[in-house]
């Protein structure tokens, strides 16, 4: 896919949705990523049931910690992995305690060495919370990025790398976000919308629904 190709193609996804924002609900960067953790292999939508009823309770670092696992758990039950999630959460809030003043810390190493944080979940955090270029690979973006040929690899971070290197620099803030909404409701799965797509000329993909 050639330059001015991929340019046209965020031109058309910033025309559709000028202001694109991660559908999990949040207030504060803590808020943001308990939800993320949250949400690995679990909706967005299921997320949100879930933090609307912890959060008016707990949403600091020490009140979390204060519910302790089998606390939370009650709250989060209906999540998958939760026992796993729960566990991990209490210890980051631990160490964010310890070792951050209680503050979501705006660096990836540091991020990355909270229990329960990848770089997936490091990149969301750092984007969306604190407004750093970044892009955060998960299933919709690779497939996306693939089917396309937007930015073809063989594993999420190889996509990564090419979008960050492919996406012209005016749009690589809001990317990840566009791409993400783009495979959840267009470029899904099973059977993509094409019909309904507003990149679908641009698009390469070789088995078009249309």
């Known amino acids: 896919m050639n330059k001015e190709k991929r340019q046209a193609i965020f031109e058309r996804l910033q025309a559709a949705d000028p202001n694109p924002t991660t559908e999990l609900r949040y207030k504060t ?16 939508k299921g997320v949100n049931k ?28 209906s999540i998958g992995l939760f026992n796993t999630k729960a566990d991990n959460i209490i210890k980051t809030c631990r160490i964010l305690i310890e070792e951050h003043g209680g503050a979501v810390p705006e660096e990836r ?9 990848g770089r997936k979940t490091a990149n969301v955090v750092l984007n969306t919370a604190f407004g750093h270029p ?6 919709h973006i690779f497939r996306v990025a693939n089917r396309t040929r ?3 690899g063989k594993n999420p971070l190889e996509v990564e790398k090419k979008l960050l290197r492919f996406t012209p620099p005016t749009f690589l803030q809001d990317a990840h976000h566009w791409l993400i909404l783009h495979g959840r ?9 094409c019909e309904s797509c507003v990149i679908e000329d641009l698009c390469e993909y070789k088995d078009k629904a249309v």
Do not use: H, W
Not at 29 to 44: G, K, M, N, R, Y
Not at 109 to 117: F, I, M, N, S, T
Not at 134 to 139: E, R, S
């Open 134 to 139: 970044t892009m955060a690979v998960d299933t």
């Open 50 to 77: 879930v933090t609307d009823k912890l959060f008016p309770v707990a949403n600091t670092p020490a009140a979390i910690q204060d519910l302790g696992v089998k606390g939370l758990k009650q709250y989060i039950k």
């Open 185 to 193: 409701y267009t470029c899904i799965a099973r059977k993509p919308r």
């Open 29 to 44: 960067p803590f808020e943001l990523l308990v939800a993320v953790i949250l949400s690995a292999q679990a909706t967005d």
């Open 150 to 152: 937007l930015a073809p």
């Open 109 to 117: 190493g540091a991020l990355e060495a909270l229990p329960g944080v």
